[in-house]
C-alpha cells in the first residue's frame, strides 16, 4: 500500500511506503531525513514481539529494544504498517455515506453561525 505523505516543513510531497517495502524506494537525502532507514523483516518481527509483551502504550520501552529505533518510529510503524486491527484498502460505501452526511452537517452548522 502507498500513501502520499505531506511535510509540514516543505512544499514537496515525498512518497513513504507501507507494508512490505523493504525493497522499496529510500527516503529522500538531506538534513530532514537524516537517520531514516527502511525497516528491516527481523524488526518488524521483533516489534510484533515487543508490542504482545508489552502492549502499545510504552513506546519509550519498546525503541529501548530496538537498536537505532526511536518511540515515534516504533509507535508509527506499529500504528500505521503492522497492527493487525488496521483496516486497508477503499472505504466501503457505507463509510463513504457516513463522510457525506457529516460533512454537508457539519458544514451546514458552519455556515448557519456566519450568518
Known amino acids: 500500500m502507498f500513501a502520499r505523505v505531506y511535510s509540514s516543513e516543505e512544499d514537496d510531497e515525498e512518497i513513504e511506503m507501507y507494508d512490505h517495502d523493504y525493497d522499496g524506494p ?3 537525502s538531506g538534513k530532514r531525513h537524516l537517520g531514516k532507514t527502511r525497516w ?13 509483551l508489552h502492549g502499545s502504550e510504552d513506546w519509550k520501552v519498546i525503541s529501548s529494544l530496538l537498536n537505532n529505533r ?41 455556515l448557519k453561525e456566519t450568518h
Open 70 to 110: 526511536t518511540d515515534v518510529q516504533c509507535q508509527h510503524r506499529w500504528q500505521k504498517v503492522l497492527n493487525p486491527e488496521l483496516i486497508k484498502g477503499p472505504w466501503t460505501k457505507e463509510e463513504d455515506q457516513r463522510v457525506r452526511t457529516h460533512s454537508s452537517t457539519h458544514l451546514h452548522v458552519c
Open 26 to 28: 529510500l527516503a529522500k
Open 40 to 52: 528491516t523483516r527481523e524488526e518488524d518481527e521483533k516489534l510484533k514481539k515487543f508490542v504482545e
